[in-house]
């Protein structure tokens, strides 16, 4: 079965500083057209880093749902920048831990109308040398035992997509493998 | 600590089918002033089946990520559509299966820059009674072991943020309740 969209035009409706935004005509399979709403979006990064059972949570304001929510740490790679680097450059922005990042996860967060992909990796080996947050960026850090990060998922607490993939991957692979 | 950002105004840059894009100023903590890009989306409903240990998976195409990819089955709520109702409707569409449906996990795909929530349902005593897509949707269902699932998840073949999480959670809380 192919189920292919190819590309007829591409309309250019926003280009910002963090999303492009286009409509674009597709034909169908069955040669009928359609559109797509295409958000463009270089990619995110992320870091499960977990010390002594506890989880590096990051809590900060999220503006598009009028609240504080808890992710693990994380931020847009910037131009030309490799997942791993942005990986280890924002778990040391953000929590102040430099770590050796093994890639863990890669997610599409909501493929219907957005390309970013968030590369989740694995913190090891992790040494505190101070945070430093970007100016304008207004967060806490906090670790958190991962039971309670658990609980705190299960009681609709925690819903950040990188986070709940990353923390049950993590539970599950535990589970499997016990030390 | 408060890190609310407090809205100053808001520019409707795109009002389309699928999602809403406004830039919007906003007040920081520290009083300096920022925008931020903002994609607005009426909400998705997906639905985790599990019959004899094996999990409907949908493939379908995305075209933002240029392939067919395979997800839980899901889709956008109507407008003023209930999640519950929108799960067991698109359930029903994409795999032939009518089942009661239990609230299981709510994430937020990318707080970055969208306020979409995917409310995530459970499907229960699941019965066939005959699959009718969308016009114009091109999809397949299949129903892949629930081990085969977490080693396509391994592998890094599913990607998407609403299958990764459901599966992982489903699998977390499976090793802690043993039957």
Do not use: W
């Amino acid at each position: 079965m192919n189920f292919t969209e190819k590309q007829l035009s591409s309309e250019l409706i926003y280009d910002g500083k963090i999303l492009k935004l286009s409509v674009d005509k597709v034909e169908l399979p069955d040669k009928t057209q359609s559109t797509r709403e295409c958000v463009r979006h270089c990619g995110g990064a992320a870091v499960l880093l977990i010390k002594d059972e506890k989880v590096a949570l990051v809590r900060q304001h999220r503006y598009l749902y009028g609240k504080d929510i808890y992710e693990i740490p994380a931020g847009k790679m910037e131009e030309g920048e490799d997942p791993k680097s942005a990986a280890e450059r924002e778990c040391e922005e953000e929590t102040g831990y430099r770590a050796e990042c093994g890639h863990f996860l890669d997610i599409y967060p909501s493929p219907g109308y957005t390309d970013e992909i968030i590369h989740i990796y694995l913190a090891q080996n992790a040494e505190f040398i101070g945070a430093h947050t970007d100016d304008g960026e207004f967060l806490s850090c906090l670790f958190v035992p991962l039971s309670e990060v658990v609980a705190m998922i299960s009681r609709g607490e925690i819903c950040d997509a990188k986070t709940v993939a990353a923390i049950y991957k993590y539970v599950a692979e535990k589970a499997e493998k016990p030390v």
